[in-house]
T-cell receptor, first 115, second 109 residues
């Protein structure tokens, strides 16, 4: 595997379900990100982890819970979601979240539908 | 507040040139990125500008004017595979990326 991978690619869940999204980066980067992408809207940064420490939490509802067990893996745990949470969830990684040129590498995303 | 503006959609003809504009208002500036995103795929990095001027990379060029809060992405010799969304993003004073909503580029034969 190379780059940034995400599983599952598609997920349909009811509002009472609990599910988790998984992201893995094979680039040796120190920072990982979760984004939400809705149609015709800017990417919304949800969480940033640097060296497994959460450094950014952009007022995300508590029904989204991130976990970063090591610098290569990132999870997004989902529970009691709402239909408006349906979107594409993108994971990204970069060498460092701070300081100058900082290209982010994205995974293919998980298309989430909440019924 | 912080804001990135870019056109929602543009149409161009195969073989032609197209310019996608991006204007920004952010708290601080640590560089501007352009990403390309094909439908159903991950965004991929195209360019990074932190100083004023034009950066050329093959058929793609990116321009920045920090005093005007303005950038553009220039695509030459358009190919059908260039049909995609183009995302503009600015790194603010905290190096957090602020994203535009993207410009969907449609290439017609």
């Amino acid at each position: 595997e190379t780059g940034v991978t995400q599983t599952p690619r598609h997920l349909v869940m009811g509002m009472t379900n609990k599910k988790s999204l998984k992201c893995e980066q094979h680039l040796g980067h120190n920072a990982m990100y979760w984004y939400k992408q809705s149609a015709k809207k800017p990417l919304e940064l949800m969480f940033v982890y640097s060296l497994e420490e959460r450094v950014e939490n952009n007022s995300v509802p508590s029904r989204f819970s991130p976990e970063c067990p090591n610098s290569s893996h990132l999870f997004l745990h989902l529970h009691t979601l709402q239909p408006e949470d349906s979107a594409l969830y993108l994971c990204a990684s970069s060498q460092d979240p701070l300081g100058g040129y900082n290209e982010q590498f994205f995974g293919p995303g998980t298309r989430l539908t909440v019924l | 507040g912080q804001n990135i503006d870019q056109p929602t959609e543009m149409t161009a003809t195969e073989g032609a040139i197209v310019q996608i504009n991006c204007t920004y208002q952010t708290s601080g500036f640590n560089g501007l990125f352009w990403y390309q995103q094909h439908a159903g795929e991950a965004p991929t990095f195209l360019s990074y500008n932190v100083l004023d001027g034009l950066e050329e990379k093959g058929r793609f060029s990116s321009f920045l004017s920090r005093s005007k809060g303005y950038s553009y992405l220039l695509l030459k010799e358009l190919q059908m595979k260039d049909s995609a969304s183009y995302l503009c993003a600015v790194a603010d004073s905290n190096y957090q990326l602020i994203w535009g909503a993207g410009t969907k580029l449609i290439i017609k034969p």
